[in-house]
C-alpha cells in the first residue's frame, strides 16, 4: 500500500540556521509533490510544488528537492526566524490530469526556531 | 476576496448522533474537496464533489456523505458518530476537479469532538 513518511515528528533549530525537513514515499508515483505549513488550528498553506520532472525548486528562503530514485524529498529553510515555526506537511500528488486532485498527505513534522 | 470559509468552528456531539458541515468555496472555484485531519496526523481525504455530483472517494465508510449546491458550497455529513470521527474536517476549493495543482486553497476546518 502507499506509505508517505516525513522524517520526524518535531524538530528544534537555532534562528538563523538552516532547517532540513525529509519526506519519503513508497509505493507511489505521484506526478507532483507538494509542502504545505500548517499552524494550530488553522488549516494548510500551500507553500512550493515541483513536478515529477524537476530536480529543484527555490522561493524567497524555500527550497524543495525531488529525488525519484530515492522517492525523497527534501524542504529547507534557509535564514530561519521563529515566525517560520510551525507543522510542514508533505503531500503527494497524481497525474490524473482531469480527475480529482486527491492528496495523500504525511504526518508533518513540527518546526521549532529557537530565538 | 473572501477565502474558503467553513462552519461551524468547534462543534461537539455524542456517540450515535449526525452531524453536518458546511463550506463555502474560494470566489471563484466550483470544487469542493473534504479532508479528516486527526490529531498528530496529515489530512485524509474523504470526497470531492464538482457540479453538485461526488467524483471522487477516499477510503471512508458510507456514513460519511455529502452534497454540493448551485452556488458551489457543500455540506459533509457523517451519520452514527464514533468516538474516531474526532478530528478536523477541513475543506479544500479549487477550479475544476484537475485544475492546477498549486491553486487548491483550505479553510480553517472545523473541529469536532464526539464524547
Known amino acids: 500500500s502507499q506509505k508517505i513518511e516525513q522524517n520526524s515528528e518535531a524538530l528544534n533549530i537555532q534562528e538563523g540556521k538552516t532547517a532540513t525537513l525529509t519526506c519519503n514515499y513508497t509505493n507511489y508515483s505521484p506526478a507532483y509533490l507538494q509542502w504545505y505549513r500548517q499552524d494550530p488550528g488553522r488549516g494548510p498553506v500551500f507553500l512550493l510544488l515541483?513536478?515529477?520532472?524537476?530536480k529543484e525548486k527555490r522561493k524567497e528562503r524555500l527550497k524543495v528537492t525531488f529525488d525519484t530514485t530515492l522517492k525523497q524529498s527534501l524542504f529547507h529553510i534557509t535564514a530561519s526566524q521563529p515566525a517560520d515555526s510551525a507543522t510542514y506537511l508533505c503531500?503527494?500528488?497524481?497525474?490524473?490530469?482531469?480527475?480529482?486532485?486527491?492528496?495523500?498527505f504525511g504526518s508533518g513534522t513540527q518546526l521549532t526556531v529557537l530565538p | 476576496d473572501a477565502g474558503v470559509t467553513q462552519s461551524p468552528t468547534h462543534l461537539i456531539k455524542t456517540r450515535g448522533q449526525q452531524v453536518t458541515l458546511r463550506c463555502s468555496p474560494k470566489?471563484?472555484?466550483?470544487?469542493v474537496s473534504w479532508y479528516q485531519q486527526a490529531l498528530g496526523q496529515g489530512p485524509q481525504f474523504i470526497f470531492q464533489y464538482y457540479e453538485e455530483e461526488e467524483r471522487q472517494r477516499g477510503n471512508f465508510p458510507d456514513r460519511f456523505s455529502g452534497h454540493q449546491f448551485p452556488n458551489y458550497s457543500s455540506e459533509l455529513n457523517v451519520n452514527a458518530l464514533l468516538l474516531g470521527d474526532s478530528a478536523l474536517y477541513l475543506c479544500?476549493?479549487?477550479?475544476?476537479?484537475?485544475?492546477?495543482?498549486?491553486?487548491?486553497?483550505f479553510g480553517p476546518g472545523t473541529r469536532l469532538t464526539v464524547t
Open positions: 479544500a476549493s479549487s477550479l475544476r476537479p484537475g485544475g492546477k495543482p498549486d491553486e487548491q486553497y
Open positions: 503531500a503527494l500528488d497524481p497525474i490524473s490530469s482531469g480527475s480529482a486532485r486527491q492528496l495523500t
Open positions: 515541483i513536478r515529477e520532472n524537476e
Open positions: 470566489s471563484g472555484h466550483d470544487t
